[in-house]
């Protein structure tokens, strides 16, 4: 098998990307303080045609070179919004209609493979700090709480990965 050259991906440019229909999904980072997982996580919000990426607390945001440095200008196509307070980003999607979906280990968690979102429906995807994970105040105020399925001795997987791997099985449902 011959690997692809970029031209055989057809990829688009950022304005008709900008323009094209995108999952009805955002992406909520619950003051994620890695600029790399931030970064990785805007290439992931851009491969699958993420809605956009709603930057809470302590979370950066663009420019940044470290961003960058992962984000490989995901951070110039995927739309974006800056909160102070994750609870009034919350708020106002609710407000907005999405389904809040927190993706972390609780008691009376659904495992991810289980849940099944609806095409036409929007959802927000809320990931958490790298050590604590999403606030308790924010899983409170979730319509739903996601949990990968795990097998081995760690009892988490870093944030850019799970959020990669949400993100993929909302993709693959609402597609």
């Not at 280990?105 to 099944?116: A, D, Y």
Request: charged share 25%; aromatic share 8%; hydrophobic share 35%.
């Amino acid at each position: 098998m011959e690997k692809k050259t970029i031209w055989d991906l057809h990829r688009v440019d950022i304005e008709h990307f900008r323009r094209q229909p995108k999952m009805t999904l955002t992406v909520v980072l619950d003051n994620v303080r890695s600029l790399n997982n931030i970064g990785a996580i805007f290439r992931t919000c851009d491969a699958f045609a993420v809605e956009r990426i709603m930057l809470c607390g302590i979370s950066a945001c663009p420019p940044s070179p470290e961003i960058h440095k992962t984000a490989l200008g995901a951070e110039d196509s995927v739309a974006w919004e800056y909160y102070q307070s994750t609870f009034d980003c919350i708020s106002d999607l609710q407000r907005e209609g999405y389904t809040l979906c927190c993706l972390e280990q609780v008691k009376g968690s659904i495992e991810l493979q289980e849940f099944s979102p609806q095409k036409g429906r929007r959802y927000a995807l809320i990931l958490g700090h790298e050590v604590n994970g999403v606030d308790q105040e924010i899983v409170n105020q979730c319509d739903v709480c996601l949990e990968i399925p795990q097998r081995g001795t760690k009892h988490s997987l870093n944030v850019s990965v799970s959020g990669g791997i949400a993100i993929w099985h909302f993709f693959e449902k609402m597609i």
